[in-house]
Nanobody
Framework: QVQLVESGGGFVQAGDSLRLSCTAS????????MTWFRQNPGTARDFVAA????????DYEDSVKDRFTISRDDAKNRVYLQMNSLKPEDSAVYYC?????????????????WGQGTQVHVSS
């Protein structure tokens, strides 16, 4: 069973950058579509960005387009989320998720494997 661990979160100021990492163990993620979601207490888990298993297709939530970039390094079994020009509304727990051999989906229930999350807090 593939396990995911997120890292790279932290407390930053508006306009700063962070790079989140999602490291897989227990198996390869090269044939997984990988996605980042985020969630605040009492709210739904929202889609942020996704990259398909081939790495050729990506998708972004509108509010993060042109600021966030998702990428993958299958040799390292990792997925990244580069977050630039951070805003206070980007504050959330960020989760990495994967679905094997399937195209990008923006609904959390479509994903089979999840990490434990990493906290991002952006102050104004």
């Amino acid at each position: 069973q593939v396990q995911l661990v997120e890292s790279g979160g932290g407390f930053v100021q508006a306009g700063d950058s962070l790079r989140l990492s999602c490291t897989a163990s227990g198996g390869a993620i090269r044939d997984y579509t990988m996605t980042w979601f985020r969630q605040n207490p009492g709210t739904a888990r929202d889609f942020v960005a996704a990259i398909d298993w081939s790495g050729r297709s990506t998708d972004y939530e509108d509010s993060v387009k042109d600021r966030f970039t998702i990428s993958r390094d299958d040799a390292k079994n990792r997925v990244y989320l580069q977050m630039n020009s951070l805003k206070p509304e980007d504050s959330a727990v960020y989760y990495c998720a994967g679905r094997r051999g399937l195209p990008i989906a923006t609904v959390p229930s479509q994903y089979d494997i999840w990490g434990q999350g990493t906290q991002v807090h952006v102050s104004s």
